[in-house]
Nanobody, 119 residues
Framework: QVQLVESGGGLVQAGGSLRLSCAAS????????MGWYRQTPGKQRELVAV???????SCADSVKGRFTISRDNGKNTVCLQMNSLKPEDTAVYYC?????????????WGQGTQVTVSS
């Protein structure tokens, strides 16, 4: 099994910054993609940003230029630096990690951390 522990959420004013972190532990001998998703009530969970094992990144158009994803393979962590936050960024943010075992991809979710941006 894989355990993901997220931290860094909270309340911030519009224009402010937050940094989310996610630490993976357990059966993680081969972590592939690491990413962040977010979800608001009544809406589907959406991709915010993802980073592959070789460091390639992609992110949603709505956060381009404001959010940056990074990872530390030695520590099995993934971070999301969020700048110029907007009220519409308010959501529960979830870390997701993909682990490959015998050629099969397994996805794991963190418990979620609330980010609230006040106007």
């Amino acid at each position: 099994q894989v355990q993901l522990v997220e931290s860094g959420g909270g309340l911030v004013q519009a224009g402010g910054s937050l940094r989310l972190s996610c630490a993976a532990s357990g059966s993680i001998s081969s972590i592939n993609d690491m990413g962040w998703y977010r979800q608001t009530p009544g809406k589907q969970r959406e991709l915010v940003a993802v980073i592959t094992s070789d460091g390639s990144t992609s992110c949603a158009d709505s956060v381009k230029g404001r959010f940056t994803i990074s990872r530390d393979n030695g520590k099995n962590t993934v971070c999301l630096q969020m700048n110029s936050l907007k009220p519409e960024d308010t959501a529960v943010y979830y870390c997701r990690v993909v682990v490959v075992r015998l050629g099969i991809r397994y996805g794991y979710w963190g418990q979620g951390t609330q980010v609230t941006v006040s106007s």
